[in-house]
């Protein structure tokens, strides 16, 4: 009978044990999973955040070089409609 | 014991032989490819001015499910920003629940999607997409062609240009929460060789194209034309210039991969003359002293407008616009010397500019014709020509009896030596054209609107123009030459519906020699183009 209950004082103290590491264990891995969720979506956003940037940077230098041609255009086309509007020579 | 056991077999069961499966249904679910849009080259005119580029811009969109349940007040910032009405995005959500994305505002600023984004409201999320932008889209429109919302070309040279423009076609492999947002980019993914992308340089002048736009312009507004087509090439290399297609009030969108200036066919009617003419000296099949009969029996049915009954002289066909002398001419060529000369300046054939689309007419009857069929296709009439196709066979009598492939793309032909082909001698050529110069001075003065084009020629070298019109279709082409600084030739086709006591042929006519005199200022007040391409 003492043999019994030390058996069973065993398992339980056993029980116990492998509960209290388990739930260290599943308490850990719930941590980490939020930490590694939190960290991926905070460096996904900081990466994205720098790509906005770097695309907002490269649109810059292409609205500009547009912006230069616009503006050529707009010579050219004055220049065509002053030549245009001339009267021809005479014959 | 046995549960445990039954649990381990069931965990390694799922674990190991059925991990790859069950892998690939998760990643199905929560993994994503999402294009990232084409990113297309820019593309330059021949003095390295920026024609057509490509910015990147934001497509904010909503997850409606997610949104709606949100209930979040930040929703007004949101379409303050987008500077549209709240109640408009949340009916647009709403009746929409049951998808997963629902497109709210398209090429919205990258920095204003982003602020959009640092909101964090539910639901709310942006992709990027791209926009071509076109400095001066009305004046390069119908040669440039148009990009679709992926950032793909659909028409013109955009669509000739796919290939080598579109820089980063690249796919990026995301896994994505259940609420659709980015929760990882697992890995972005070129699905082009960027190696062999490059800006594009083409062989047209902004310059020659602005100006080409204008007079389109006005020779529609003016003539009430219906639809307009111009096209400049440089008769020394082939490069094409400038091109212009103006379509007619209510004419519908050309479909995708269709460019009305290439795809566009019509009857060259008495502009084939020259080559007929150039045909016979070639041939030795008449002379220019000889006479030619304008009353050919044969011939008096197939033409609308008969000449007098009397003979004309070869050299003054032109100059007299004779149409029955002219085609009796081209009666008195052997079949296969004619359509020899109608292949050899191009009829029938691709020009090579490339651009897609293009048609290559030809003759409407196979040979051996039949008197009346060859002296249909001798007057102009059953045969198919391009406008492209009419600028490149009146640049072999520019270029002294040469033919050179069309071209578009400037690096294109700087490798294009030895590519030309004898189609006239070139002593053949010379008596061409100067039975042309006698025709330049006749115009311009038979009525009212061909008068506001005066026709004079006295600061060219050789400005001549010749001009066919097919009354059966209401159109009008013409072609010219100037031999001036430029080397240009161009052509026009007019459409017009109706107009009263106007000769459509001298009207066309008369707004190429404006065109070509314009140019040739433009020319001496500017750079030449020759300096232009040095320049470059």
């Given at each position: ?87 021809a020579p005479a014959k | ?436 110069r006698?025709?330049s001075e ?12 005066p026709a004079t020629c006295d600061s060219y070298e050789i400005i ?20 001036g ?28 020699v404006?065109?070509?005199q314009?140019?040739d ?16």
């Open positions: 009978m003492r043999y019994l209950t030390t058996l069973v004082a065993r398992w339980r103290l056993a029980a116990w044990m492998g509960f209290f590491a388990m739930f260290i264990s599943l308490t850990a891995l719930a941590i980490t999973h939020v930490l590694d969720v939190h960290l991926r979506r905070t460096l996904t956003m900081t990466a994205e955040r720098e790509k906005a940037r770097t695309i907002a940077e490269s649109n810059q230098a292409v609205e500009d070089e547009l912006k230069a041609a616009h503006v050529r255009f707009a010579e050219v086309t004055a220049k065509v409609s002053e030549l245009l509007s001339q009267p | 014991m046995l549960v445990f056991a039954g649990l381990l077999y069931r965990a390694a069961d799922l674990q190991i032989s059925k991990g790859g499966f069950l892998i690939k249904q998760g990643e199905a679910r929560f993994a994503r490819y999402r294009e990232s849009g084409a990113s297309r080259a820019r593309i330059y005119d021949r003095s390295g001015l920026l024609l057509s580029a490509s910015v990147q811009r934001a497509l904010v969109w909503v997850n409606p499910k997610e949104f709606i349940l949100s209930g979040d007040p930040r929703i007004n910032d949101v379409a303050a920003l987008l500077n549209l009405p709240t109640a408009e995005i949340q009916e647009k959500a709403k009746s929409r629940l049951d998808r997963e994305f629902v497109p709210l505002k398209h090429h919205v600023d990258i920095a204003l999607a982003q602020h959009i984004r640092e909101l964090h409201v539910p639901g709310v999320y942006f992709i990027y997409e791209p926009l071509r932008v076109y400095p001066a889209p009305f004046d390069t429109f119908s040669v440039l062609g148009v990009v679709n919302s992926q950032g793909e070309g659909i028409s013109g040279i955009e669509l000739m240009l796919n290939k080598s423009l579109i820089r980063k076609s690249h796919r990026r492999y995301l896994t994505i929460d259940r609420r659709g947002a980015i929760a990882d980019v697992r890995s972005e993914v070129e699905s082009d060789d960027s190696t062999t992308v490059r800006d594009a340089t083409l062989t047209l002048d902004a310059r020659l194209q602005v100006l080409s736009g204008a007079v389109v312009s006005e020779l529609a507004n003016r003539t009430h034309a219906g639809s307009v087509d111009l096209v400049l090439v440089d008769s020394a290399t082939g490069e094409l210039l400038a091109a212009v297609q103006q379509a007619a009030e209510g004419e519908p969108r050309p479909g995708v991969g269709v460019t009305p200036i290439v795809s566009r066919t019509f009857e060259p009617g008495f502009t084939l003359a020259p080559f007929i003419i150039a045909a016979g000296l070639e041939h030795k099949a008449f002379d220019v002293a000889d006479r030619m009969p304008t009353a050919v029996p044969a011939l008096i049915s197939v033409l609308e407008q008969p000449e007098t009954r009397t003979a004309v002289l070869v050299s003054d066909i032109l100059a007299r616009r004779s149409k029955s002398a002219s085609t009796t001419a081209g009666m008195n060529l052997r079949q296969n010397d004619l359509w020899s000369t109608l292949d050899g300046i191009g009829i029938g054939h691709s020009t090579s500019l490339g651009i897609p689309g293009e048609r290559e007419g030809g003759p409407s009857f196979p040979l051996p014709w039949r008197a009346t069929d060859q002296a249909l296709i001798a007057s102009g009439r059953r045969v198919q020509m391009t406008l492209p196709q009419l600028a490149r066979a009146y640049s072999v009598l520019a270029a002294g009896g040469l033919i050179y492939p069309l071209t578009v793309l400037l690096e294109k032909n700087a490798s294009a030596d030895g590519r030309d082909e004898r189609i006239f001698e070139t002593h053949t050529t010379k008596q061409v054209l100067a039975m042309l006698a025709t006749s115009a311009g003065k038979k009525s009212e609107v061909a008068s506001a084009y001549v123009v010749r001009l066919g019109v097919t009354q059966k279709r209401r159109q009008a082409v013409a072609a010219a030459i100037s031999l600084n430029g080397r240009i030739v161009g052509a026009i086709r007019l459409e017009v519906p109706y107009v009263s006591g106007e000769d459509t042929g001298l009207v066309a006519r008369a707004a190429l404006k065109l070509l314009t140019a200022k433009l020319f001496q007040e500017q750079m030449t183009l020759s300096d232009s391409q040095i320049s470059k």
